[in-house]
């Protein structure tokens, strides 16, 4: 066996997606997309960082979070 170090830690990871996105675009696709732009600029972005969270991936309504502490995570 060789002795490969491996490297740990603990991280609390959030995904999310916005509810009816789907509909939401067939109904008014423009307006959605400035909205959830808003949403993220103004709530969203600010609320992760402030949490000491990492934004690692977004794709169109969802988004992947990472948070180094669980205690950051669920506040």
């Not at 939401?24 to 400035?34: H, R, V």
Request: charged share 25%; aromatic share 4%; net charge positive.
């Amino acid at each position: 066996m060789t002795a490969e170090r491996v490297d740990r830690r603990l991280a609390a990871v959030l995904a999310a997606n916005v509810a009816g996105y789907s509909r939401l675009m067939g109904a008014d696709e423009q307006g959605t997309l400035a909205r959830l732009k808003a949403v993220r600029k103004s709530f969203v972005d600010p609320a992760v960082a402030s949490h000491r969270g990492r934004i690692v991936k977004t794709t169109g309504d969802g988004m992947l979070v990472e948070f180094g502490s669980a205690v950051d995570a669920a506040r």
